[in-house]
C-alpha cells in the first residue's frame, strides 16, 4: 500500500465515492449464476426489470457474430440461445460499458479499453480452464479480467488532467503506466480499482487480485498468474489498448507456471481469433451510447 498524504487519502476517496454504484442487477445475476440451481426463468426475471442491459443483450445476441436465422426478440429466447455463463458475462460488460467516461486523449480511447478489458478477462478464464481449474474458478478470472483496470476509468472520471499527464508520460517515455501515476497522481489504478472493488462489495480474493496485477513480488496464486499472463498478451498484441504499451522487458516478469515462451502459450490457445470474438462482439456494446 503506497504512503498517502491525508490530502491525497482524502481525493482518493472522494473520488472513488463519485463512481456509480456496481448494478444491482448485475450482482444479482453474479450471486444466481453461482448457485447451480438457478433457473433460467429466474434470471430472466432479474434482467427483464433492467431495461438498459435487456436492450443491450438483445442488441447483442441480434448481431451479426451470432449469425441467427431470426431475430430474437426476447430475454427468455437470448438465455435460451447463449445459456447462464455468456448471459453473465453479458452482463458483466454492460455494466463496465455503462461505467465509462466520456474521455479519449491520444494516449487513451475508452472503446480500445473496454476491448482490452474484455479480452484480458476472455483470456484469463481460458488460461485457468486449461492450467489452474483446481485452484482458481474460471468465472472469477473472468471478472478479474474484466475489471483489473478500472482504476484508470476512476482517474478518467475524477482526476482527467492529471491521468493524462500520466498516460503521456507512459507513452513518450516508455514507463510503466502505474509509475507514472504514482509519479503525477500519487497512486496508481491497480490501488484505486482495488478500492472500487472493495466499495462495490467484491470478495477479498478479487480485491487483491486488481491491487496486485502490476505487482511482480506478490507471491503466485492462481488468478492472479491467469489475470496477470492474459494481460501481458493482450498488451503484447495489442488486442485493444489502456493506455499501457508492452515492454520486452517484462517478460521477465511474468507468471512462470505457463511456461517461459509466451508465443507458446499463445499457440496452446489455437485460433486466437476464435476465442477473442465474443470480447469483440462484447464491446460493441456502449457504441453509439456515449461520446
Known amino acids: ?15 472513488v465515492d463519485r463512481m456509480p454504484a456496481f448494478p ?9 449464476t453461482r448457485d447451480s440451481n438457478c433457473l433460467p426463468k429466474q434470471l430472466v426475471g432479474v434482467i427483464e426489470k433492467d431495461p438498459v442491459m435487456t436492450l443491450r443483450i438483445l442488441r447483442v445476441i ?23 455463463n455468456t448471459i453473465k458475462n453479458l452482463a458483466l460488460a454492460c455494466a463496465a460499458a455503462g461505467a465509462l467516461p466520456r474521455f479519449h486523449t491520444d494516449f487513451f480511447d475508452s472503446q480500445q479499453y473496454l476491448l482490452h ?20 474458478d474460471p468465472g472469477d478470472c473472468y471478472v478479474a479480467g474484466l475489471l483489473h483496470d478500472f482504476g484508470k476509468v476512476v482517474f478518467a472520471h475524477t482526476m482527467a488532467a492529471e491521468f493524462t499527464l500520466a498516460l503521456g508520460i507512459a507513452a513518450q517515455e516508455g514507463k510503466p503506466l502505474y509509475l507514472a501515476e504514482q ?5 496508481d489504478h491497480a490501488f484505486v480499482g482495488a478500492l472500487l472493488a472493495k466499495k462495490w462489495q ?16 506478490v507471491a503466485p496464486q492462481a488468478m492472479l498468474d491467469c489475470l496477470r499472463m492474459a494481460d501481458a498478451i493482450c498488451r503484447k498484441q495489442s488486442i485493444g489498448a489502456a493506455g499501457n504499451p508492452w515492454r520486452e522487458e517484462e517478460m521477465a516478469e511474468l507468471p512462470t507456471r505457463f511456461g517461459s515462451d509466451l508465443d507458446a502459450v499463445v499457440a496452446g490457445f489455437g485460433d486466437l481469433n476464435k476465442h477473442l470474438a465474443e470480447a469483440q462482439t462484447f464491446a460493441q456494446i456502449g457504441i453509439g451510447e456515449r461520446g
Not at 66 to 83: E, F, H, R, T
Not at 183 to 187: F, L, N, T, W
Not at 202 to 217: N, S
Open 62 to 84: 441480434n448481431s451479426a457474430y451470432y449469425a441467427l436465422p431470426n431475430k430474437i426478440g426476447s430475454v427468455g429466447q437470448a438465455v435460451v440461445y447463449l445459456g447462464l
Open 183 to 187: 509519479e503525477v497522481i500519487g497512486a
Open 117 to 136: 478489458s474484455l479480452a484480458v478477462a476472455s483470456l484469463a478464464r481460458l488460461l485457468c480452464e486449461k492450467h489452474t481449474r483446481s485452484e482458481a
Open 24 to 32: 444491482k442487477s448485475v450482482q444479482t445475476i453474479l450471486a444466481m
Open 1 to 15: 500500500m503506497p504512503q498517502l498524504s491525508p490530502e491525497l487519502e482524502r481525493r482518493l476517496t472522494a473520488a
Open 202 to 217: 467484491f470478495g477479498e480474493a478479487l480485491v487483491a487480485c486488481i491491487r496486485d496485477h502490476h505487482a511482480a513480488d
